[in-house]
Structure formats: structure tokens, C-alpha cells
């Protein structure tokens, strides 16, 4: 019966950080297999921003790129979902959602997460089209345009504040919160920031382009933009069953626990990118993807050299036992 294949490297995700970790170790002369659902977060946005010599690129085009460079240097990709892991003897077993298994030597996730919105009638529609989420991602494209800040929570007046240095026009919808404390009301003033009370109930759309919001009360409030701030959506049975989420943690947006390269709570696991850090761009996921291959990489030759001078005691120790 021919032993199963063990890769040195399964990597769950085929993201920025998921595909910047493959190319590295595939260049490090490693066997790596990919597993992706083909569900990037981004995947509705127009192009990339803040990826040197890459503005405005569309995403899907930047993930077939990596795809192809991951081939051409030896890897494979796997379209699937990873549902489940376990560790013994040094081997990870990785059952994915067709009830296939894989095993690898180590695993790094990179699978993100998921963004979950708010419940107002007409927003995920627009999502990643009008209705945005990051400055330093979206700022400059709405430069100077009238933009609304959705408050489901307190950060929601930084973030205010944050806008108003791309835009003089800036709407802040107190929406869920129930009042803004004076030294918060002082700064929005002080900006010159709108501040509109009453929760938002709908979209108000002329054609296919974004007129205003419209409050619970019927009143409309003119925007061309509305900021949102998603909910990190975690939930992974894949991270439960590697003991790093708990089951009362699903859903909850808590990042996975790495150090500095990556590394998490369990042995022979890394993660890297939005999994690890919500706020990461496409350019820092798929450095921080570099680094934990980098990481992997080393860790694999410490285990080869370890193996490789216990094989080598093995061999020398009958002929010195027989001087």
C-alpha cells in the first residue's frame, strides 16, 4: 500500500499572505500545497490600493498572478475548504470539506475572516463599492466628496475625525450610539463634522449610485459614501479543532495569537495575515506571509539537521563500538 504524500508545508488560504508564504517556500525548495476556498474578502472592490507598482489593480488579478507563481516554481493549489486539523508524530493531518485529507509537516493558516455588517437595509449590496471601510485604502479615490460615518460604535468618532482629513463634507451618523460623550461632540464640532442623530434604517440609491441614507424617521440624509465599520467574523472549526479558538470565541473577531514570526500557541502551526491582524492591507498580509515562510523554512532545516545528525550517530556508532 503506497504511504500517503507528505508535504513539507499546507497552507490554508489563498490570500496575499497565503500565496507570498507559498512562492517563499517553494523557492526554498519546499513541497507546498495550497488549499484555497476562493473567497477573497476583497474580492468585490474595484482594485487594490497602497501595493507599490500595483495601484488599482483589480484583486482577482493579482491572486491568479500569485496562483501562477506559485505553480511555476513547483506548488500546487487545492480549491477547498479546510474544515479540520490534528498533530501527531510530527505530521498534521488536514481533512478538508469533501472529506479529503492532506498531510504536512507544518501549517500555516492564512484564511482571514470574514466581514460581517451591520443590519441596515441596502448595505451589503454595496459593499466595497460605496459603501467602504478604510482610509488609507478608499481615502484618496473619495477625496473631497460627501462622506458618511455609521457609528455602531464608540470608535466611530475617530474614525470621523480619521475622513476628515481626506474631506471637508463629513456626515457622522450617531446611528446605534445613544449619545456622544462633550469632549467627543467638541472634536466633531472643532472638525466641522455633521453630526446626525437617530438610527439609519436604508440606502437611498438614484439608478446605481449612492444618493444618501435614509433615517428611521423618513428623513434623507444626502452622502455619496458611507463608512462602515464590519464585524471581523472568526468563527473557524479549523482553528477549534487546533485548539486555538475556543467554541464560546466563534464569530467574536478575536485575532489568532502569533509572535513575532507568526508562530502560534501550537507547535508546527503558523498564521499570517487579517487571521492575525484585522487592520493588515493587502501588502502587509502578504509581507507578514513572507515572514512566517521564512520562519517555517528555518524551522524546517533546525528538524532536518536534527534528524540528519541522529542518522548519521546511528551509522557511526557500530563501527566505533567495534574499534
Not at 513547483?74 to 510530527?90: D, F, K, N, T
Not at 457609528?151 to 475617530?158: D, K, W, Y
Not at 473577531?253 to 502560534?264: E, I, K, M, Q, Y
Request: with cysteine; proline share 4%; net charge negative.
Amino acid at each position: 500500500m503506497t504511504s500517503p504524500k507528505i508535504y513539507d508545508v499546507v497552507v490554508v488560504g489563498g490570500g496575499a499572505a497565503g500565496l507570498s508564504a507559498a512562492v517563499t517556500l517553494c523557492r526554498s525548495l519546499r513541497s507546498v500545497l495550497v488549499i484555497d476556498a476562493g473567497q477573497p474578502r476583497n474580492g468585490r472592490s474595484a482594485g487594490l490600493h497602497g501595493f507599490l507598482s500595483h495601484e488599482g489593480l483589480p484583486p482577482e488579478e493579482l491572486l491568479a498572478a500569485g496562483r501562477a507563481e506559485v505553480r511555476a516554481h513547483g506548488g500546487q493549489i487545492l480549491q477547498g475548504r479546510a474544515v479540520s486539523a490534528r498533530g501527531e508524530g510530527g505530521v498534521f493531518t488536514i481533512e478538508l470539506q469533501d472529506r479529503q485529507s492532506l498531510h504536512s509537516r507544518r501549517l500555516l493558516i492564512a484564511s482571514g475572516f470574514e466581514d460581517e455588517l451591520p443590519e441596515v437595509r441596502g448595505l451589503r449590496e454595496r459593499w466595497g463599492r460605496d459603501v467602504l471601510h478604510c482610509p488609507y485604502c478608499h481615502g484618496w479615490e473619495i477625496r473631497h466628496r460627501a462622506i458618511g460615518i455609521l457609528a455602531t460604535e464608540p470608535a466611530a468618532v475617530q474614525e470621523a475625525l480619521l475622513f476628515r482629513q481626506w474631506s471637508g463634507h463629513i456626515i457622522f451618523f450617531q446611528h446605534l450610539l445613544e449619545d456622544l460623550d462633550p469632549g467627543e461632540r467638541e472634536q466633531l464640532e472643532a472638525r466641522s463634522v455633521h453630526v446626525v442623530q437617530g438610527p439609519v434604517a436604508s440606502l437611498e440609491l438614484a439608478g446605481d449610485v449612492l444618493t444618501g441614507v435614509r433615517l428611521a424617521t423618513g428623513q434623507v440624509v444626502a452622502c455619496e459614501y458611507l463608512v462602515v465599520s464590519p464585524r471581523a467574523r472568526t468563527e473557524s472549526s479549523l482553528l477549534q479543532s487546533l485548539g486555538l479558538q475556543h467554541t464560546g470565541e466563534a464569530g467574536q473577531g478575536r485575532p489568532v495569537n502569533t509572535d513575532g514570526v507568526g508562530l502560534t500557541a501550537m507547535q508546527g502551526v503558523w498564521a499570517a495575515g487579517n487571521i492575525c491582524d484585522p487592520t493588515a492591507q493587502v501588502i502587509t498580509a502578504a509581507s507578514a506571509g513572507v515572514k512566517a515562510a521564512t520562519a517555517i523554512n528555518a524551522d524546517l532545516v533546525e528538524e532536518d539537521t536534527r534528524r540528519a545528525v541522529e542518522a548519521a550517530r546511528r551509522t557511526a556508532f557500530p563501527k566505533t563500538a567495534l574499534t
